[in-house]
């Protein structure tokens, strides 16, 4: 396979996670866009990782895996919080919460 091929499904996959954060208004939905954008870093990464034989770009990818592991843990407890006070997931009522 050439580099143009996994280029091309990263940029599709980055394409889709924008779209996802801008037109969504759930937040699970929100944090899967998120995670859309994050897997296309990561064979952004890999990808030019093998085609140079170099390996730091899979050790960024790895890095890259833990934030999101992270990111995911915290944004549930968000959308967990939301979901308690409010009763629904929609992003928009998030600046009612100021205290």
């Known amino acids: 396979m050439f580099l143009n091929q996994f280029l091309l499904l990263s940029v599709a996959l980055f394409a889709i996670g924008v779209y996802g954060v801008l037109a969504r208004r759930n937040g699970v939905m929100v944090l899967m866009s998120i ?14 990782a093998a085609f140079t034989e170099n390996l730091a770009g899979e050790v960024f990818a790895l890095f890259v895996i833990a934030v999101a592991a ?20 929609d992003l928009t009522e998030l600046d009612l919460m100021k205290g």
């Open 35 to 48: 995670e859309l954008i994050l897997n296309a870093v990561n064979i952004n990464l890999v990808s030019f």
């Open 70 to 89: 992270a990111e995911v843990g915290v944004g549930l407890a968000m959308i967990m919080l939301l979901y308690r006070n409010r009763r629904n997931i």
